[in-house]
């Protein structure tokens, strides 16, 4: 519903009820989140439109924006996680346990590269401390045998008279370092031996478990307790490096019941190539077969303290056999670069990086000095590089800030001193750039009317007579000597009315009215109008040619409540004129005719 009302020398048109004259679509309302723009929509709702600047759009909720302009002109440091350390060694005159006695390297853990003019921490040798050694490294065969002071034993039986037991057993040996012999240390002088294999003298002066051999004569109706020593005193057949040899395992049976008279086939050692799966893994059990696979180690026994009558008389074997497995190629561990990703934007005005991925390309395979081969469980997986990267496009490119937009109409035409320019706006970047997102541009569109030598009014009421209405216009414009003139009201009665300018000027301003001279008085009723009120204002040149109409028509069967309307422009170039309110409250109601 649309209400007329006259207030003063005005005529004011308002759309809707009063309860939603607060409510006009567009307008500001407010809304839960304090970093939005909240705006009435068409059914008067208050919706959420846009984040306010500085603020932008995270999961349904307007958050700040990170400030990247120190960033982008002084560089990013790389982000580090911790160290990696090395292995802590003597330094040259330092002793373990001593507080800065060792060094090691210490590498940072990077999870993201410095970019432009960053820095990042290099890798250094950091102090630390050698732990000293905490186990004994003295061999059993270099204890001492205390002789007849320490008792001869076979699985804690004392040999001799008192048991009536008699042959091999074991004594216990005390460390006796004037005994050492160095042969097969790697050392020459003794106390450097000693500091290495007792260091701060750890080893146990007397051991039980360091035993030496011992014999016991069987005579005098001793009874001989069996193989003795040679149980405990055992080697494995080995290879020219000292490892057990894993042989066939049926030519190792045969070998040692006599039956094969050579020395029983090694099993070949198998290859990590022959057995790696397409995923890099092995399958050792599913491609060797068996044979290949399981062999036997031979461990034979020999004492010269006893005859090879005794052993065969007490059963004691010369030869056994243990289960093993073949050997296997010593393959490391391999971790390298798996994937690389192409170059990516960090931001605006960066250098972009590239994604590498890290993994392990070689399975460890075998084993290495007696340790089975691994692969470390806490390598870096993920790393990131700059170089070959191109810098993102500036913070205020086009693809941050958007495209100029022109603000459309009426409202994109915005007075510089003299002329009107377009408006136009672009969504901007936040506070990542610093340029204006506004900018104002020279638009035909928008001028104002140049070259005006006449302005008519031709306003006609449709009243019949009798019916008293006067008509209007004024008039703002700009000579040739760039003074600016107002007219006041021109006319002010029912008729035509007419300026003509001694030269010609620049119309900045048009304003148009007619009133009635009563509140019972209108088009419609009482006075039974027979055509439409108009308001009519042409515009001409030196020339006599029409160069613009400014219009306003009221129809027969529109009601007035009130006596006046008043219509303006002040962008005549580019707009017609619209409804004038001179800061009065407006009301105005549209109705069909009066019966």
Same mark, same amino acid.
């Given at each position: 519903?649309?209400?007329?009302?006259?207030?003063?020398?005005?005529?004011?048109?308002?759309?809707?009820?009063?309860?939603k004259?607060?409510?006009?679509?567009?307008?500001?309302?407010?809304?839960?989140? %304090?970093?939005?723009?909240?705006? *009435?929509?068409?059914?008067?709702?208050?919706?959420?439109?846009?984040?306010?600047?500085?603020?932008?759009?995270?999961?349904?909720?307007?958050?700040?924006? #990170?400030?990247?302009?120190?960033?982008?002109?002084?560089?990013?440091?790389?982000?580090?996680?911790?160290?990696t350390?090395?292995?802590?060694?003597?330094k040259?005159?330092?002793?373990?346990?001593? %507080?800065?006695?060792?060094?090691q390297? #210490?590498?940072?853990?990077?999870?993201?590269?410095?970019?432009?003019?960053?820095t990042?921490?290099?890798?250094?040798?950091?102090?630390?401390?050698?732990?000293?050694?905490?186990?004994?490294k003295?061999?059993?065969?270099?204890?001492?045998?205390?002789?007849? /002071?320490?008792?001869?034993?076979?699985?804690?039986?004392?040999?001799?008279?008192e048991?009536?037991y008699?042959?091999?057993?074991?004594?216990?040996?005390?460390?006796?370092?004037?005994?050492?012999d160095?042969?097969?240390?790697?050392?020459?002088?003794?106390?450097?031996?000693?500091?290495?294999?007792?260091?701060?003298n750890?080893?146990?002066?007397?051991?039980?478990?360091?035993?030496?051999?011992?014999?016991?004569?069987?005579?005098?109706?001793?009874?001989?307790?069996?193989?003795?020593?040679? /149980?405990?005193? /055992?080697?494995?057949?080995?290879?020219?490096?000292?490892?057990?040899?894993?042989?066939d395992?049926?030519?190792? !049976?045969?070998y040692?019941?006599?039956?094969?008279?050579?020395?029983?086939?090694?099993?070949?050692?198998? &290859?990590?190539?022959d057995? #790696?799966?397409?995923?890099?893994? *092995?399958?050792?059990?599913?491609?060797?077969?068996?044979?290949?696979r399981?062999?036997?180690?031979?461990?034979?026994?020999?004492?010269?303290?006893?005859?090879?009558?005794?052993?065969v008389?007490?059963?004691?074997?010369?030869?056994?056999?243990?289960?093993?497995?073949?050997p296997?190629?010593?393959?490391?561990?391999?971790?390298?670069?798996?994937?690389?990703?192409?170059?990516?934007?960090?931001?605006?005005?960066?250098?972009?990086?590239?994604?590498?991925?890290?993994?392990?390309?070689?399975h460890?395979?075998?084993?290495?000095?007696?340790s089975?081969?691994t692969?470390?469980?806490?390598?870096?997986?993920?790393?990131?590089?700059?170089?070959?990267?191109g810098?993102?496009?500036?913070?205020?490119?086009?693809?941050?800030?958007?495209?100029? %937009?022109? !603000?459309?109409?009426?409202?994109?035409?915005?007075a510089?001193?003299?002329t009107?320019k377009?408006?136009s706006? #672009?969504?901007?970047?936040?506070? &990542?750039?610093?340029?204006?997102?506004?900018?104002?541009?020279?638009?035909?569109?928008?001028n104002y009317?140049?070259?005006?030598?006449?302005?008519?009014?031709?306003?006609?009421?449709?009243?019949?007579?009798?019916?008293f209405?006067q008509?209007y216009?004024?008039?703002? *414009?700009?000579?040739?000597?760039?003074?600016?003139h107002?007219?006041?009201? &021109?006319?002010?009665?029912?008729?035509?009315? /007419?300026k003509?300018f001694?030269?010609p000027?620049?119309?900045?301003?048009?304003?148009?009215?007619?009133?009635?001279?009563?509140? !019972?008085?209108?088009?419609?009723?009482?006075?039974?109008?027979t055509?439409?009120?108009?308001?009519?204002?042409?515009?001409?040149?030196?020339?006599?040619?029409?160069?613009k109409?400014?219009?306003?028509?009221y129809?027969?069967?529109e *009601?007035?409540?009130?006596?006046?309307g008043?219509?303006l !422009?002040?962008?005549?170039?580019s707009?017609?004129?619209?409804?004038?309110?001179?800061?009065?409250?407006?009301?105005?109601?549209?109705?069909?005719a009066?019966d």
């Amino acid at each position: 519903m649309v209400t007329i009302l006259a207030i003063g020398s005005g005529w004011y048109i308002l759309n809707g009820d009063d309860d939603k004259k607060d409510k006009k679509k567009g307008s500001e309302c407010p809304g839960p989140d %304090v970093n939005a723009v909240y705006q *009435y929509d068409d059914d008067g709702n208050c919706v959420r439109v846009s984040c306010k600047t500085g603020y932008w759009d995270e999961g349904g909720f307007c958050i700040e924006r #990170r400030d990247f302009s120190e960033e982008q002109y002084e560089g990013t440091d790389c982000v580090i996680d911790g160290y990696t350390r090395g292995a802590c060694e003597l330094k040259i005159n330092g002793s373990c346990g001593e %507080v800065g006695g060792g060094s090691q390297l #210490r590498e940072p853990n990077i999870t993201a590269y410095e970019i432009g003019s960053g820095t990042c921490q290099a890798a250094d040798y950091v102090d630390c401390v050698v732990p000293c050694p905490d186990t004994c490294k003295v061999t059993d065969d270099k204890y001492t045998a205390r002789g007849d /002071q320490i008792a001869c034993k076979k699985d804690d039986i004392e040999l001799g008279v008192e048991s009536g037991y008699c042959g091999s057993g074991t004594q216990a040996r005390y460390l006796n370092e004037n005994n050492i012999d160095l042969e097969g240390t790697g050392y020459t002088v003794l106390q450097d031996y000693l500091d290495w294999a007792n260091p701060n003298n750890i080893c146990a002066t007397d051991k039980e478990v360091v035993t030496g051999v011992c014999k016991i004569d069987c005579t005098g109706g001793l009874t001989d307790i069996g193989c003795g020593i040679i /149980q405990e005193e /055992q080697a494995y057949i080995q290879d020219e490096y000292g490892n057990a040899v894993c042989f066939d395992k049926e030519e190792a !049976t045969a070998y040692i019941s006599g039956n094969l008279t050579r020395k029983p086939a090694r099993l070949p050692v198998i &290859l990590a190539a022959d057995v #790696r799966k397409e995923d890099g893994t *092995y399958d050792v059990d599913g491609i060797v077969a068996e044979s290949l696979r399981k062999g036997s180690r031979i461990l034979y026994r020999s004492d010269n303290l006893l005859s090879f009558d005794s052993m065969v008389k007490n059963d004691c074997t010369v030869y056994s056999t243990e289960p093993c497995d073949a050997p296997r190629e010593s393959v490391a561990c391999a971790i390298s670069e798996t994937n690389r990703s192409e170059c990516q934007s960090t931001g605006c005005g960066r250098q972009g990086a590239e994604t590498v991925s890290y993994g392990i390309t070689t399975h460890p395979f075998g084993s290495t000095g007696g340790s089975t081969n691994t692969c470390p469980v806490d390598y870096i997986t993920t790393g990131y590089e700059t170089y070959g990267c191109g810098m993102a496009a500036s913070c205020c490119d086009e693809t941050y800030v958007g495209p100029w %937009v022109k !603000t459309d109409g009426y409202k994109g035409c915005v007075a510089d001193g003299s002329t009107l320019k377009r408006e136009s706006t #672009r969504q901007g970047n936040g506070d &990542l750039c610093s340029a204006d997102d506004v900018k104002y541009e020279d638009d035909d569109n928008c001028n104002y009317i140049e070259g005006v030598k006449k302005v008519v009014y031709e306003g006609t009421d449709g009243n019949p007579e009798g019916a008293f209405s006067q008509h209007y216009m004024l008039l703002n *414009y700009i000579d040739s000597g760039g003074t600016t003139h107002y007219t006041g009201k &021109l006319g002010e009665q029912t008729g035509a009315h /007419q300026k003509t300018f001694n030269t010609p000027v620049t119309l900045t301003h048009i304003q148009g009215g007619l009133w009635i001279n009563s509140h !019972t008085q209108s088009w419609a009723h009482p006075n039974n109008p027979t055509a439409d009120a108009v308001l009519d204002v042409k515009v001409y040149d030196e020339d006599d040619i029409l160069l613009k109409t400014f219009r306003k028509v009221y129809p027969v069967g529109e *009601y007035i409540w009130g006596y006046s309307g008043h219509y303006l !422009t002040d962008k005549p170039g580019s707009e017609d004129w619209h409804e004038w309110a001179n800061g009065d409250p407006v009301y105005l109601q549209w109705r069909a005719a009066a019966d």
